[in-house]
């Protein structure tokens, strides 16, 4: 009876949206599939009570009810955007119950986006990061070049899709920057250290040379066959050397990025210096970094306030 009564009012919703907004049919699909899973959710919450307990339905659910199940989501491994879909799904067929006077309050209000909701990125310790860089064999030249790519993409952060599209220009060996153009088609400048440095040179002068055969790229990482390296090669090979390492972290091209801010504001520096480099429109996705050390955190606490 109660899974009746949750199917009605969600079919009387999704024939407002497909009749009166004239919604297309795959969003209406997308409707139902969010909306079956929190009526499932609510169902399996009754089903378990003694006679007597409150029925959980739409009409009497409560705030906590909404978020234990946002949260039951989240537990399940599903994404910050499909929880969020989800949420605004709510949003609208609770606005739907007060319009029909099936409900007094909207109780999905006053609840914020599960957009807000960072999930902490894997790092590798300094240490780890490493053993990963010293694992390509740089007496071969395909070693070489592998090197030149894990020093490159860690010594700047730069994200997998930077890497592959950077051409041979884009390097100032001189003062070791790269220029980097990112999301949005915005450019910025990112500088690298000595072991970048030295590895890339030997990179240019000996071996990319060799791939190309005489022939004419202005593409910066190259392939056997000489053509320009894919964001599929640099995942290949990241996950090649990461399986002969200790490292027993789930890695992927993006750790690197991810280890890279984490090891700059690790070491004191400035968070928009950091924002900057990584190409990050808005600060708050950099913040998301200054949270992940929390042993460090706790060293900085200890040592600079005045009750330890």
């Known amino acids: 009876m109660n899974k009746d009564l949750n199917n009605s009012f969600v079919e009387e919703f999704l024939d407002y949206l497909t009749v009166e907004r004239g919604l ?8 139902r599939s969010d909306l079956k899973k929190y009526t499932d959710f609510l169902q399996k919450k009754w089903e378990p009570s003694p006679p007597g307990d409150r029925i959980v339905s739409p009409c009497n659910a409560a ?9 039951s989501l989240k537990d399940k491994g599903l994404s910050a955007n499909s929880i969020s879909r989800g949420m605004v799904a709510l949003k609208v067929f609770y606005r739907f119950l007060l319009r029909e006077r099936h ?19 894997d790092v590798l310790t300094v240490k780890e990061v490493g053993e990963l860089l010293s694992k390509p064999p740089t007496h071969r030249w395909m070693g070489i070049r592998d090197r030149g790519c894990l020093e490159l993409a860690y010594a700047t952060g730069m994200r997998a899709s930077e890497l592959v599209n950077l ?66 090669n640099f995942w290949k090979m990241v996950k090649r050397y990461v399986k002969i ?21 690790k070491g004191g520096a400035d968070l928009r210096i950091v924002q900057e480099m990584l190409g990050h429109a808005d600060i708050s996705t950099t913040q998301i970094y200054t949270h992940i050390d929390r042993d460090h955190l706790k060293f900085i606490h200890q040592k600079y306030h005045p009750r330890p």
């Not at 297309?24 to 699909?29: E, G, H, K, R």
């Not at 705030?63 to 949260?71: A, V």
Request: proline fraction near 5%; hydrophobic fraction near 35%.
């Open 24 to 31: 297309s049919a795959n969003t209406i699909s997308a409707y």
């Open 63 to 71: 705030r906590k009810d909404i978020t234990s199940f946002l949260m």
């Open 103 to 121: 409900i007094k309050d909207d109780i999905t209000s006053t609840l914020d986006s599960p957009k807000l909701w960072k999930k902490l990125p």
């Open 167 to 232: 051409n041979l220009n884009d390097l100032n060996m001189d003062v070791n920057f790269v220029r980097c153009v990112g999301k949005g088609q915005k450019e910025r400048i990112i500088p690298f250290g000595k072991n970048a440095s030295d590895i890339l040179k030997r990179y240019i002068e000996d071996v990319r040379p060799r791939l190309l055969k005489g022939r004419s790229t202005p593409h910066l990482f190259l392939t056997r066959l000489g053509k320009k390296m894919s964001r599929q």
């Open 245 to 265: 390492t200790n490292i027993k972290k789930e890695v992927k091209p993006h750790t690197l990025r991810h280890s890279f801010a984490t090891h700059m504001l």
